[in-house]
Structure formats: structure tokens, C-alpha cells
């Protein structure tokens, strides 16, 4: 999903069944690209390739599992070495990088490769069996690699500036004299963790870009994504939902899901759609209940229903998810019971701030912090002078009375700041969907059709 952001910059790539003879591996990541898309959707179309090709045995001996982690490190130092050469990167003319967070499955092991604040999750056994961790420039190691290579970690960022210690692409803080690639400013170097599979222990496996980090913790998105395989075949609508909630939760940010099922996830309960049927229904009773109850004041708008129903005791909310996590349900009601409904309060997105403001104007700020965001984001260097000088002339404006409304601007005069839009773009950007029947996947994704490949495991999902 776009999200609140002017331009979507992620990525993901879905292989079921590799080529050179590895048709029982598969492989799957997830790119969140800054600064442009350039990066993130190269090493999409790309990375897969360089680590194939970096002539690795893919085996399962434990010499052949070095030899992968090998071909893997491999990979992603020539891709970063080979994107140097494009002209526009080269040149400057496009400065952007990108995060990679990549599972590489074999019939014997899961291959976990991090560079950057991606993350990947793995559910085990009902819990966290395992999760990446993040390269930010304030960690111990990366900070020294750092301080080695002539900078400084201000702010929690590179120079002050980048918020990932390791990415691919970012080549302007790949040019210090005398340090090889991984010695860096930023290092392209992945870590790599590798793990044997656990057979039916091993359930699924979360890929994301740090728009779902920022508001569900590795527990929150495993406990919610359980819970919704449970009530719900469809992993594609299981994408939808992690996506949404996080939005409701708050995130701003671009947001990426690839969720690859394994042979120990939940199968759907009747326990569990029983309980969801019931909280649906408690749900709609309680806004019918305040649509209701309203007065000679009229009908309240969403965002007071949220309130409400936000400050009781819901019995049976999704676990990670709570509340947010109905809010489109909440809103399908509110809509079907109100078609009259004011647009006011039907602002989406940042459900936390308009349950939790105290005052009725909670979209109102929610519309104008983002504006100042985009705002600062398009003038950059120059924010503070181009804002003075937009106020400068707004007030000249309003000096000249009403009648100079509707007149010719002066060519003279600082154009006004473009306008950011006041909700976040829909743009579905996620990998996952359908479910295996025997010995075939359904892979969908948001732009092509859906396609038929087969599948490694006969009883993965992907």
C-alpha cells in the first residue's frame, strides 16, 4: 500500500520453484526502497539472478549450506556493484537505495538474508521462532564500521541523514577512498541466519518493510496473522488485513507484506469463525445502539463512534490487531446504517489519532501535520525559506482584500507549495495469496494476473 507517502517505493519479488535444477527451492523478498524507486525495483527483478549465478552449491550437506550463505553475500555485493554502473546512478541523477529482506526455502533449511530495517518473522510453534534484526547506524558494530569509514551517527542516522546502516544502492555514502564495499558508510552486506526446517512446527513466515514494524511489534503481526488464518483461507485478504490495521494503527509509511505459509499454519476452525461471526455482531449492535441513542444533536460521526466503542471492553478482538483491526468493519456498518453521512468524520487512516484526540478536530490535524510533512519532504534544503516566503505572501493576499481573489498571480511572487494529499493513496502492494491444492501454488500480486507455477513443497502455501 501507498499509504500516506507521495510515491510508492517498495517492492517484492515471489518465486515458487527456482531454475538450474532447483525446482523444490523457492525464494521471497521484500525491498523498501528511499529516495526513488530505482533500487528497490531493479533488485526485485534482479537480485535472484546475481545469487544464482554467483556459482554457489546449492546442496544440503552442511558444506553445500556455507556455500549458499556464500553465493547469497556474493550476490548482493555484485548486483550493488553492477547497479553502480547505470548512468543515472552514476551520475547522481538518482540517488536512491533500498532495504532487501529475502527467505530462501530449500527442502532442508530457511535461509533468512537482511540488509537493512526490513524484517522477517518466522511463527514457530505458535510463538516467534525467529526474527532479523534490524541495521541501524546506533547498533555497536555498525556504528564502528561507520566511524571507521570517516563519519558520524547523529541522530540515530548516517551523517544525520540515512536511517539504515546497510542497503543497496545509496552509493553516496559508498565513496571513501581505501575501504572496500563492505567498509562502507553503508554496506551492502547482508546477514545471513540459516535454520533447518522444523516440519510441521514451522507455520509461516512474515516478510515486511518497516511501515509494519512501526506500529505491530514481531509478536503483534504473528498473534494477529495466526488468528486470521483461522477465519480466513484466503492469504491474499490476510495480506489486506495486516496492511489495513497497521494504517488505522497510525503508519505513515509505504507498506509491503509477503506472507508464505508453511505446512504447520492454522487451518480455518469453526471455533474461531463462530467467535468472529459473534464479535461482528456485537459490533453492529453497538453502533446501531449509538445511532441509535443520538438526541435533537443529530447523528454522531465516525470518529465519535470510534471513540465510544474505543473506550469499552471488547471481548474476543483479533489478538495483535484489537480494534483497529475492525475498523473497516466498524465503518461498513456505520455507512450502511448512516447513508446520509457527513464526510467529515469519515476520514481514513490514523485510527489511534482520532479515537484518542481529545478534541473533535482529530482529522482536521491528522490533514495538516501530513500537509507540513509533504511540504518539508518537497522543498527539503530549502523549507524554512520557501514556508517564510509562502506566509509572506499569503498575508499579501489577504491584505489585498477579497476583490483580489479569482485575480492574475504576479509572476514575481513564490509559487504556493503543492498540495499533499489529504488521504492515503490505496495502492495495494503486497505477495501472498490463495492456498495450495495438492501440488500447485496461486500467487497474487496487485498488477498482473495471477499465475499457476508449481510448487516445491506439496504442502506450502505461497
Known sequence: MQGWRVEMEDAHTAVVGLPHGLADWSFFAV????????????????LLEHILSGGADFGSSPCSVEGVKDGIRSGFLNIDEYMRSFSDLRQGLDRSGSTAVCVLLSPSHLYFINCGDSRAVLCRDSSVGFSTQDHKPNL?????????????????????????SRALGDYDYKCVDGKGPTEQLVSPEPEVCVLERAGDGDEFIVLACDGIWDVMSNEDVCEFVRSR????????????A??????????????????????????????ALKKEEELDK??????????????ESGLPDLVTVLRSIASENIPNLPPGG????????????????NPHREEEGACAGGEEEAVESEEGGGCTAAHLLQALRHFRINHRGQYRSVLEDTLASYRLHDAEGEDAEGGHQDENRPASPPSPPLSPTFTRHYGAGGRL????????????????????????RA
Open 229 to 240: 488464518l483461522q477465519v480466513c483461507e484466503d492469504l491474499e485478504k490476510i495480506c489486506n
Open 140 to 164: 555497536p558494530r555498525e556504528k564502528e564500521r561507520i566511524q571507521k569509514a570517516g563519519g558520524s551517527v547523529m541522530i540515530q542516522r548516517v551523517n544525520g541523514s540515512l536511517a539504515v
Open 242 to 271: 495486516v496492511v489495513d490495521t497497521c494504517l488505522h494503527k497510525g503508519s505513515r509509511d509505504n507498506m509491503s507484506v509477503v506472507l508464505v505459509c508453511l505446512p504447520g499454519a492454522p487451518k480455518v476452525s469453526e471455533e
Open 31 to 46: 525491498y523498501d526502497g528511499h529516495a526513488g524507486s530505482r533500487v528497490a525495483n531493479y533488485c526485485s527483478g534482479h
Open 282 to 295: 456485537y459490533l453492529e449492535t453497538r453502533v446501531q445502539d449509538l445511532l441509535g441513542s443520538c438526541g
Open 437 to 460: 491444492r495438492g501440488d500447485h501454488a496461486r500467487h497474487r500480486q496487485t498488477t498482473p494476473p495471477h499465475a499457476l507455477t508449481r510448487s516445491p513443497f506439496p504442502n506450502d
Open 322 to 337: 484489537g480494534l483497529a483491526s475492525k475498523r473497516s468493519v466498524i465503518e461498513a456498518i456505520y455507512n450502511k446504517l
